[in-house]
């Protein structure tokens, strides 16, 4: 039986409307929560190809968990830490590559840093505002699949918490700098393929410029909420 609280998540995750904060529980979500993973990863076809991945997954929850249990600090702090983490661990420029897709081809140096910078500052301070959201879950790590360009997945399930039974995918990529995060699926539900979606709609409507000063407010607007609980 599907809870409540496992009904209402899902029907944020759905929710696709730009001005909205519900990806906050997608990106990085049980990497943040896990205090230890419940189950081996299944056996894959290429165990060497896999283990680097996990490892990365590990080592991020360690860390993430460390600063959750920071409670007597201000929100703004943990906030920092946890993004010296994520910028670690996820690759932005390829994710904003794939959110923008071929409007991607149409920038200039300067305009393509731009987006990365403010695209990954609204990942790390959605996230941000909605730390006490967690507590004790666990994760179960059931799961990897080798994909195209070898990419690999690491599949996990939340256990315990309101989110109880929520299946989080991680795909992860091999760069110049090692393995990176890439994209995540919750629930079968692309966090990228969600930003192309909404980002098409502006851009075809408006232009990059329109796009940046979006994100630029909702930046603004999420980095005000985090002060006001530090």
């Known amino acids: 039986m599907v809870t409540r609280e496992r009904t209402t998540m899902m029907t944020e995750i759905r929710e696709a409307n730009f001005a909205t904060k519900r990806w906050a529980l997608g990106w990085l979500a049980s990497v943040l929560l896990a205090p230890a993973f419940a189950t081996p990863v299944c056996a894959a076809d290429d165990p060497e190809l896999t283990a680097a991945p996990r490892a990365l997954i590990e080592r991020a929850a360690n860390q993430i968990v460390a600063i959750l ?93 309101q989110f109880d039974g929520a299946e989080i995918a991680y795909r992860l990529r091999k760069g110049s700098e090692g393995w990176k995060i890439i994209d995540v699926v919750i629930e079968g539900v692309s966090l990228v393929s969600n930003y192309r979606s909404q980002f098409a709609e502006v851009l075809n409507s408006g232009t990059i410029d329109d796009l940046l000063a979006k994100l630029r407010d909702k930046n603004f607007v999420v980095e005000d909420e985090t002060d006001a609980k530090s």
Not at 83 to 101: G, N, R
Not at 135 to 161: A, F, H
């Open 69 to 161: 249990a920071k409670k007597d600090q201000p929100a703004s702090v943990r906030v920092g830490e946890i993004e010296t983490v994520a910028y670690e661990i996820f690759d932005f420029t390829t994710m904003s590559k794939l959110v923008l897709a071929r409007n991607w081809r149409k920038l200039d140096k300067a305009k393509r840093a731009e987006f990365v910078r403010e695209f990954k500052q609204h990942l790390s301070r959605t996230y941000g505002t909605r730390l006490d959201r967690y507590d004790q879950e666990q994760v179960d790590v059931y799961g990897v699949q080798v994909e195209v360009r070898n990419d690999v997945s690491i599949k996990t399930r939340i256990l315990g918490g």
